[in-house]
């Protein structure tokens, strides 16, 4: 199985600031790595597949990056719409799918 | 527009069974494979199980596979998840989901509002 480690578990950024979050894979996963974003009490949105494409309607704030093993979501300046927990998802190799432990950020 | 309901979610007593649907629409349901997706109140996502667009194959959780069975019903655009043997550990809320495309690499950008299913005595 494959683990998804993402870090930190919690960030503190004020709006308009940048957040970086990172997600590493326990062996290599490609570029088979998506990114979620979930706000309390809803399910999670589809913000980035294929580790850097944005789904339909994801505003250009959002960027991913990486391959292989370490992976990172980049927002380029925080709106108060974005404060949220974010989950990194490996589908490479599969069953199982894994998810990374979740990132919250927060508003400093 | 893709839409995902589930249904079927309560609270059942340790060892008891439950039965979720999800009703599809919006999109060729029986082109896609389906998945179930849980999350521990106040926990990270945690993957359930996979269904074939067909309903040929079937992957588990090893947390689930003896308990729980994933089936569908194309002519019905529903898809199911049986859970028998029911512990507190699977008290969560659980998700439909489907993949954005039928790629064997999948990714979720379809999401059911989710059934909350609570496992106590």
């Known amino acids: 199985e494959i683990v998804m480690t993402q870090s930190p578990a919690t960030l503190s950024v004020s709006p308009g600031e940048r957040a970086t979050l990172s997600c590493r894979a326990s062996?290599?996963?490609?570029?088979?790595l998506a990114w979620y974003q979930q706000k309390p009490g809803q399910a999670p949105r589809l913000l980035i597949y294929g580790a850097s494409t944005r789904a339909t309607g994801i505003p250009a704030r959002f960027s991913g990056s990486g391959s292989g093993t370490d992976f990172t979501l980049t927002i380029s300046s925080l709106q108060s719409e974005d404060f949220a927990v974010y989950y990194c998802q490996q589908s490479n190799n599969w069953p199982p799918l894994t998810f990374g432990g979740g990132s919250k950020v927060e508003i400093k | 527009q893709v839409q995902l309901v589930e249904s079927g979610g309560g609270v059942v007593q340790p060892g008891g069974s439950l039965r979720l649907s999800c009703a599809a629409s919006g999109f060729t349901f029986s082109s896609y494979g389906m998945h179930w997706v849980r999350q521990a109140p106040g926990k990270g996502l945690e993957w359930v199980a996979f269904i074939q667009s067909d309903g040929t194959n079937k992957y588990y959780a090893d947390s689930v596979k003896g308990r729980f069975t994933i089936s569908r019903d194309n002519s019905k655009n529903t898809l199911y998840l049986q859970m028998n043997s029911l512990r507190g550990e699977d008290t969560a809320v659980y998700y439909c989901?489907?993949?954005?495309?039928?790629?064997?690499?999948?990714?979720?950008?379809?999401w059911g509002q989710g059934t909350l299913v609570t496992v106590s005595s």
């Open positions: 989901a489907k993949p954005y495309s039928t790629s064997p690499r999948p990714h979720f950008d379809s």
């Open positions: 062996q290599s996963i490609s570029s088979n």
